[in-house]
């Protein structure tokens, strides 16, 4: 019996499934560069021997460009350890990054519950105040303190 990844090693081989393995390739790209670049980097995609990488925001275009001669690098070495993307980027002659205006961002999680805590206080204590107001606000609280607790 064959191994789902045997399989999938298959079905990528096909030619109407290139597009498939080409992403697999640039995704295998992505896994090799450091974590804060892999951070940058929405998609590649190579056109007229050109990797063109589009950024998530414009404040990485500039490390980038210092650090081309990794990604050259890379590339080579991606090319003779997987012998799937070697034809990919093989071709490959220039790096080119620009601001993806197309990338979204992932979606912010945001809890719209409410914490709910149960009351520790029982609400006993005298009211030692002799100024009426200040007495009229601690009965207040002892008033809150009774209703919470009862929740």
């Known amino acids: 019996m064959k191994r789902a990844n045997e399989i999938l090693k298959t079905v990528k081989s096909r030619p109407y499934f290139k597009s498939i393995q ?3 390739c640039y995704n295998r790209l992505l896994e090799f560069l450091p974590p804060r670049f892999q951070k940058a980097i929405a998609f590649f995609y190579i056109k007229n021997n050109t990797l063109f990488g589009a950024l998530s925001h414009p ?28 034809e990919l980027f093989y071709c490959v002659e220039n790096i080119v990054f620009f601001t993806s205006k197309h ?7 945001v809890s719209t519950s409410i914490p709910k805590y149960r009351e520790l206080a029982k609400g006993e204590f005298k009211i030692l105040a002799k100024d009426e107001e200040l007495a009229s606000i601690f ?13």
Request: glycine residues 2%.
């Open 22 to 24: 080409k992403h697999s």
């Open 139 to 151: 009965s207040k609280i002892k008033k809150d303190i009774i209703a919470n607790a009862q929740d």
């Open 103 to 109: 990338h979204t961002p992932p979606p912010l999680i």
């Open 59 to 86: 404040g990485f275009k500039n490390e980038l460009n210092y650090n081309k001669d990794l990604l050259k690098e890379l590339l080579k070495q991606i090319s003779s350890v997987e012998i799937e993307c070697k």
